[in-house]
């Protein structure tokens, strides 16, 4: 295998000037002998040492990935598989490697903070940190980081969708239908998400004067499982809501679900909304109301974001707004449409 000591000897120049022509530096060298290098090195079929190139450029053109706290079966998540998929995606058109890093929730945060300055990566994104002590430890050590789906604290770039405004856009709809009760499930009770989205829901549900039971409320985890679990608790209930409002698409076909095990059908007795419009859920029968957040746009510029900052260049964060998707599960409440059921 060649080397650039062969290179070296075919060209006559130094070792040094290789390595830097190969490496991009750190000493600049002039074009004509860079052109050179190269054709040289591609006829000498010449494969470059990846640690030897760290060594010199100090980076090890790697990206991390740190999702919050992080389950048994996460990648299963299309959630997960969209943002991984983005980040991909932008890496492999920069010639970098992108590690997923799943071990932060059970690593206490200064020894975490080691795994991730050890030179492995040469930035991190962190999904729906919602201000830990891993993100205070990176900010102090001003190391590349941004955030997807996490609060703005105006001091690590965040990346996500206007969850205040997609919720306002559901309850509207459903309000516009008729709705006068609503129900519930909420996503991860301690991620941003679901934290802001419950936040809107209740202001604007109070706007509309729309009744909510804690009843009508349970913990989906924005898990499908989880949500038709705690939809039967709900549906074996006497009085029941007229609409139920899930907090992510994986969730609203779980309580779907549910409905059907208890001989509901949807619209015509309960309308389901879900949130995100994940790339499946047109397909389910009824097809899924529901609101688009651009979750492949999100982390395709969080991902081109760390990279400048990588470069040593600025960036902003970035709010990007949802789209309303109204399909085949909602309509006019059932005593709306049969006042004598």
């Avoid at 997609?166 to 991620?191: C, F, P, T």
């Avoid at 397909?283 to 990279?307: D, M, S």
Wanted: hydrophobic share 40%; charged share 25%.
């Amino acid at each position: 295998m060649a080397t650039i000591k062969d290179i070296a000897k075919r060209l006559n120049i130094s070792v040094s000037t290789v390595s830097y022509a190969l490496n991009g530096g750190p000493r600049s060298v002039p074009e004509h002998i860079k052109e050179q290098v190269w054709a040289v090195a591609q006829e000498l079929d010449y494969r470059p040492n990846r640690v030897a190139r760290q060594l010199v450029t100090r980076s090890s053109d790697t990206i991390g990935i740190v999702p919050d706290h992080p389950s048994e079966d996460a990648m299963l998540g299309p959630y997960l598989q969209q943002i991984f998929n983005a980040v991909l995606n932008v890496a492999e058109r920069r010639t970098q490697d992108v590690l997923f890093l799943s071990s932060h929730s059970g690593s206490d945060p200064n020894t975490y903070l080691n795994t991730l300055l050890d030179g492995r990566v040469d930035g991190v994104i962190l999904i729906a940190d919602n201000r830990s002590k891993l993100r205070e430890l990176l900010v102090s050590r001003k190391f590349p980081h941004v955030m997807i789906s996490a609060p703005n604290d105006g001091e690590s770039p965040t990346f996500g969708v206007n969850n205040i405004s997609g919720m306002i856009m559901l309850v509207d709809h459903l309000a516009e239908l008729g709705h006068k009760k609503i129900g519930y499930l909420r996503g991860l009770s301690r991620q941003p998400d679901s934290q802001f989205r419950e936040a809107a829901l209740l202001e604007r549900a109070a706007h509309y004067g729309m009744e909510i039971r804690p009843e009508w409320v349970r913990d989906g985890d924005f898990y499908s499982e989880t949500s038709h679990r705690v939809g039967l608790e709900i549906l074996d209930q006497r009085d029941l809501p007229t609409a139920m409002i899930c907090f992510n698409d994986e969730s609203a076909v779980g309580f779907m679900n549910a409905c059907r095990d208890r001989g509901l059908k949807i619209p015509e007795d309960m309308s389901v909304v879900g949130f995100d419009n994940v790339p499946w859920i047109g397909y389910i029968t009824p097809k899924l109301t529901t609101v688009r957040q651009p979750t492949g746009e999100i982390a395709h510029a969080a991902a081109a974001a760390l990279l400048e900052l990588v470069a040593g260049n600025p960036v902003t964060s970035q709010l990007f707004e949802p789209e309303l998707i109204v399909r085949d599960s909602t309509s006019r409440p059932k005593e709306d449409k049969f006042p004598h059921a």
